[in-house]
């Protein structure tokens, strides 16, 4: 296959002049943009696509993309323009690269001219943590980097005269708004616009509809396997889908797309996993309100910020422990974003099924009950303690078993019905197939294969033994004016979190006595949750009294008096 890097070889020594601008020098000219340019080399008076790469060269600045997927494909494609005379004698102007932290921006642009051309080319997402936080904020807001866009176009057109917008990623969205935004004596001047694989506009901060006014004018490309591209998708009619040799999520990267001469090699479908993906998030953001969107967000990437972590590179570097103060402010520590989490991989993988039956629970009475009494809970605790202790280790095995059972006959009936709905249409559904095979499989294996039936069971009990470790944790924060409460309940996650490591490496001869160690940490949970919903309940009731004995005595004096 072969790739843009080749078009520029193939096609250097033809100007614009005799063979004019095509689908694929918007690509050349968008992956340019990436190039990481000091500054000073694009402020010199008619410096040259040319001139900035030897500049750059010459000076021993390495020719990297300023973007998480570098690569030397990327390096090649930069060598390979300066030898070019279409590119490298192109002229650059007025190129922005702006970076603020306190603002939540990260806007590049750059006006590119020559051999009777005008391109108004917008950067994508770089390599920082702040434009990848601006990119999410697209889900609730407008970034400030769009309104940087549209007032860019608008100057460069002003000043050089009609032009073609191109932008990849977030840099086609940025396309797509300012060409949309810009006024209607700046909108005639514009001769085309491309998006490549950008997302569109959240529809209840920006009315899609606003991009029919340049569909005329547009054109939208995105890869096989598209993900940025397909958020809130912008509804372009000249659109198409483009194959690539990348895999998967690396099918964003520009150089991975696959040409024919001047033309680009096109398919008919995206990749099922990629739709999969998309209709997910795209449901996830109807379900999470406005606010809940803003805070997720938020606490996400001002928790990244805050480890130091700058780049993406920095934040790889930083590993685990940047990972570990995330899942802490984000699932542990904030339920409104916990929540918001959680409905992700569900709305990915059952289209949102968990969530609706979630809420359809809340709303049932008894749950309310349960879930609003520290007493109940604990009760439960308690029996469910006495019943690892007391009943036989084949009814566990037996109700693991029959977990993972209801689970995969479940999915494979949920398979079945969406095969039915789309028509039979097994490419567009593997995903769900995938999973219901795989469950089947386990189901079939755990039953028959020796062992495999403990170590599943095993792996289980572990996830809920983790969970339990981690409420317990998120209980143990309710009481920081309780110090000996909250060292107890933090003793308590420890056990939790220890036995759920335990089991997932113990032997099976060990298995009775564990599930009496467990079952009695059951109960030990549950009168400790009962002796504190009890003594909340005795302080409410002095103080209640208290507050009435008060009252009475005013009273009694005033009337008194």
């Known amino acids: 296959m072969e ?120 950067r994508g997402t770089d390599d920082t943590v702040v434009a990848w936080k601006e990119d999410f904020m697209i889900c609730f807001t407008e970034p400030k980097a769009q309104k940087y866009a549209a007032f860019y176009l608008a100057r460069a057109i002003k000043r050089y005269g009609d032009a073609i917008v191109c932008g990849h990623s977030k840099g086609g969205n940025m396309a797509l708004y300012a060409s949309s935004s810009v006024n209607d004596s700046v909108r005639s001047r514009i001769v085309h616009v491309y998006c490549n694989d950008g997302p569109g506009f959240c529809p209840e901060v920006l009315d899609p509809q606003a991009l029919s006014i340049i569909d005329p004018i547009t054109t939208k490309i995105t890869p096989e396997f598209s993900i940025i591209g397909g958020i809130f998708e912008p509804e372009i009619t000249d659109s198409y889908i483009v194959k ?136 439960i605790t308690c029996v469910a303690g006495l019943a690892a202790v007391l009943l036989p280790d084949d009814l566990i095995f037996i109700a693991c078993i029959g977990i993972l059972a209801a689970v ?64 317990t944790v998120i209980r143990a924060r309710r009481y920081r004016k309780h110090v000996g409460i909250r060292i107890l309940l933090i003793i308590m996650a420890t056990q939790w979190g220890g036995a759920a490591i335990f089991i ?15 079952g009695i940490l059951a109960i030990i949970d549950g009168l400790l949750r009962i002796g504190i919903e009890v003594v909340a309940r005795m302080r409410k009731k002095r103080k209640i009294k208290l507050e009435n004995s008060i009252i009475n005595g005013s009273t009694s004096e005033g009337g008194s008096r």
């Open 3 to 122: 790739h843009i890097n080749d078009y520029v070889k193939w096609r250097g020594d033809i100007s614009f002049e005799d063979r004019g601008f095509c689908d694929i020098d918007n690509l050349v000219l968008c992956q340019f943009s990436y190039l990481d340019i000091p500054k000073r080399f694009a402020e010199e008076p008619d410096v040259t696509i040319a001139d900035i790469i030897n500049m750059m060269s010459e000076e021993g600045i390495p020719l990297r993309k300023k973007a998480a997927d570098d690569s030397e494909r990327f390096r090649d494609f930069i060598s390979k323009l300066a030898r070019s005379s279409r590119f490298g004698e192109l002229k650059v102007h007025d190129f922005e690269d702006v970076i603020d932290e306190d603002k939540d921006v990260q806007f590049s642009a750059m006006t590119i001219t020559g051999h009777g051309i005008c391109a108004v080319v917008f």
């Open 244 to 379: 690539s040799d990348g895999k998967q999520f690396d099918q964003h990267e520009l150089c991975s797309w696959g040409i024919d001469g001047t033309s680009l090699l096109t398919t008919n479908e995206h990749d099922p996993l990629s739709e999969q993906i998309i209709s997910g998030v795209n449901s996830w953001v109807g379900t999470v309100d406005i606010n809940g969107r803003k805070e997720f967000v938020d606490t996400l990437f001002d928790t990244i910020l805050a480890t130091g972590a700058k780049t993406i590179e920095d934040l790889t570097a930083k590993g685990e422990p940047v990972i570990r103060s995330v899942f802490r402010k984000v699932i542990i520590e904030n339920p409104d974003t916990r929540s918001a989490a959680a409905n992700l991989p569900d709305n990915i993988l059952f289209d949102g099924a968990g969530a609706r039956a979630k809420e359809k629970i809340k709303a049932d009475p008894f749950y309310k009950q349960v879930m609003e009494s520290e007493l109940i809970k604990g009760v």
């Open 408 to 471: 995969a006959i479940v999915e494979n009936i949920y398979a079945f019905i969406r095969l039915k709905r789309c028509y039979w249409n097994f490419r567009k559904e593997a995903i769900h197939l995938f999973l219901a095979s795989f469950l089947l499989i386990v189901t079939l294996l755990t039953l028959f294969k020796e062992g495999a039936l403990f170590v599943m069971s095993s792996g289980l009990f572990a996830l809920l033994l983790l969970w339990f470790c981690g409420n």
């Open 504 to 518: 997932m490496f113990a032997p099976e001869v060990t298995l009775k006595w564990y599930m009496i160690v467990v």
